[in-house]
């Protein structure tokens, strides 16, 4: 027993050198939040990083580090040699690519986030309309660190399904996926302020069109159901004036029906199924008179498809297939079938209805 007592004790300091290795110390660390990433010359890659200084008193709360490399683990790296922090990635909550990356393709990088271990799936994807790294560099008063801005913004309009909320996860797979296209929110610089620019659709992994950001809500009722949302609806002109409704707290149910024509050849029907309160009407009629409600109700639908129509044609055209057309499809399909189909071909020839029902669950209290 005394023998034992003895073994332990000699191996105690070696323990306690093992523990001394795997030690972080909180204020010894650079904890990336927010991480941008730029196309540079000769294919490399601007990353900057920012890091919250937890300093109580330091005047600067943030700090930031830029580099042009290789690839984004090299980047941190040659992080290490600007900082006396040491960098980690396991509090990164938003990556945000320049849009001259996004056009070139996002996929290799998306990967090599994802493969890292200390990364969550849930970091959001963003993408700038222009250099990431200038958006994240710039102050925007009053608000002391512009990650955090940034990511306080996406999330309130995600919220309101004004935008998607684009993780890493929900990228890879719909760029995965031969069966839909992935899309991420764009923001951009307006001088004092950051600003939602709207959605960038992709072919694959690269940029090919956007939807403007007064339209995401309807990008959204025909993508998927939704249980969030307002928008503001031009109905046209009555008596010289602009006749806007401000339909609000909006019920969204989609529901989608494939039709097969011939070989290769396919209709879709994109049924949403919408209900919503009326905050906002600037036309003449009363809407306590359930005639004029009835109508207003098909002018909301007429101007949505109207809306939903001019985005498939765009969406079409430039081959991109964001709705998840080709999920539909290939489930009315065998393996075999959809496996000797080439999607991107016959994806711009399918015939894509989009219809909409509207009922207006309540109007205000006075009318």
């Given amino acids: 027993m005394a023998r034992l007592f003895l073994i332990l004790l000699l191996m105690l300091p070696l323990l306690l050198a093992g523990c001394k290795s ?62 006396d922090l040491t960098v980690v990635s396991g509090q990164l909550r938003d990556a945000l690519f320049g849009l001259k990356l996004a056009k070139a393709g996002l996929g290799d990088y998306i990967d090599t ?146 039709h097969r024509l011939g070989p290769g050849r396919f209709k879709v029907e994109l049924l949403a199924n919408i209900q919503g309160s009326v905050l906002e009407y600037t036309g003449h009629h009363y809407l306590n008179k359930a005639g004029v409600r009835q109508q207003l109700e098909r002018d909301i639908a007429d101007v949505i498809m109207a809306k939903a129509k001019e985005m498939v044609s765009q969406m079409q055209q430039h081959n991109v297939d964001s709705l998840g057309i080709g999920i539909q499809i290939r489930n009315t399909l065998s393996y075999k079938e959809w496996n000797q189909m080439n999607w991107r071909e016959v994806y711009p020839q399918v015939e894509i209805e989009c219809k909409a029902k509207v009922t207006i669950k309540d109007y205000g209290k006075y009318m």
């Fill in 22 to 83: 795997d030690e972080r110390i909180l204020e010894k660390l650079g904890l990336v939040q927010t991480a941008s990433y730029d196309l540079a010359e000769n294919n490399r890659i601007k990353v900057t990083s920012c890091v919250p200084v937890i300093d109580p008193d330091s005047s600067v709360r943030r700090e930031l580090l830029s580099t042009v490399s290789d690839s984004i683990k090299e980047a941190r790296i040659m992080f290490s040699r600007q900082t």
């Fill in 113 to 258: 986030l994802l493969r890292d271990p200390s990364i969550a799936l849930g970091v959001k994807v963003t993408i700038i309309n222009g250099d990431a790294g200038e958006i994240l560099a710039k102050d925007y008063k009053p608000h002391t660190d512009t990650g955090r801005y940034i990511n306080h913004l996406l999330e309130k309009e995600a919220a309101g399904n004004s935008i998607p909320n684009t993780t890493l996860y929900e990228f890879s797979r719909d760029y995965n996926d031969d069966g839909i296209d992935p899309v991420a929110p764009i923001v951009k610089d307006s001088g004092d302020k950051a600003i939602i620019d709207g959605i960038a659709l992709f072919q694959e992994d690269r940029y090919r069109m956007k939807i403007p950001a007064q339209d995401g809500i309807f990008f959204g009722l025909f993508r998927d159901d939704l249980r969030q949302g307002e928008a503001a609806l031009h109905l046209g002109e009555e008596d010289g004036r602009q006749v806007v409704v401000m339909f609000s707290s909006l019920l969204n149910s989609r529901k989608v029906k494939v």
